[in-house]
């Protein structure tokens, strides 16, 4: 799986939108940016995953660059429970069994008042 | 999506104690679950892969004689810490399925 490099930490205020970036210049085409975070203590909560178009739910909004080698999640409105470590990881698509997630160091977002 | 629990969430036991750590997948049958660990300020590390009905793939330096994982259903994988020591002292979080839902985690602290 290609590697990813995030900053190591970001502060936001609260109800102001976080922008989390991600770089992942040697992403393959089969491969897809998936972002999960981790609230401290617990185990980790999967929040949105891309190919190449941009993705929306009801956590967050993923932009991907148009060459793909690089993204940026989007809280709109972050809250102070949106504190914690980010991750940004690229891998196959998760139709292939057998494949664990490999976490780098993330991004720790302080959302604070 | 799939929901994962694990058992217990925290023990604390002595040096040289065996811990038998749980991993349920409450609503998804898993062939596969992964099991890994977190020491304090550090990311997670994959330890190993528990295939259901055959042995467990472990990665590098993950001693496979010491952390036994046990994959006897399609519901349940356990991880049993064997002589626990204070190094083991550590996070150990499972997760299922493809889309890698993670359960929330044990802490053990071995004293």
């Known amino acids: 799986d290609a590697k990813t490099t995030q900053p190591t930490s970001m502060d936001c205020a609260e109800g102001r939108a976080a922008n989390l970036p991600c770089n992942h210049s040697t992403i393959s085409g089969n491969e897809y940016v998936y972002w999960y975070r981790q609230i401290h203590s617990q185990g980790p909560q999967y929040i949105i995953h891309?190919?190449?178009n941009n993705e929306t739910n009801e956590m967050a909004s993923l932009i991907i660059t148009e060459d793909r080698k690089s993204s940026t999640l989007i809280l709109p409105h972050a809250t102070l429970r949106d504190t914690a470590v980010y991750y940004c990881?690229?891998?196959?698509?998760?139709?292939?069994?057998?494949?664990?997630?490999?976490f780098g160091k993330g991004t720790t977002l302080s959302v604070s008042s | 999506g799939a929901v994962v629990s694990q058992h217990p969430s925290w023990v604390i036991c002595k040096s040289g104690t065996s811990v038998k750590i749980e991993c349920r997948s409450l609503?998804?049958?898993?062939?596969?679950m992964f099991w890994y660990r977190q020491f304090p300020k550090q990311s997670l590390m994959l330890m190993a892969t528990?295939?259901?009905?055959?042995?467990?793939?472990?990665e590098q330096g993950v001693e496979k004689d010491k952390f036994l994982i046990n994959h006897a259903s399609l519901t349940l994988s356990t991880l049993t810490v064997t002589s626990a020591h204070p190094e083991d002292s550590s996070f150990y979080i499972c997760s299922v399925t493809n889309e890698q839902f993670f359960g929330p985690g044990t802490r053990l602290t071995v004293l």
């Open positions: 990881i690229v891998r196959v698509a998760g139709n292939q069994a057998g494949t664990a997630l490999i």
């Open positions: 891309g190919l190449k």
């Open positions: 528990s295939n259901e009905g055959s042995k467990a793939t472990y």
């Open positions: 609503d998804f049958q898993a062939t596969t």
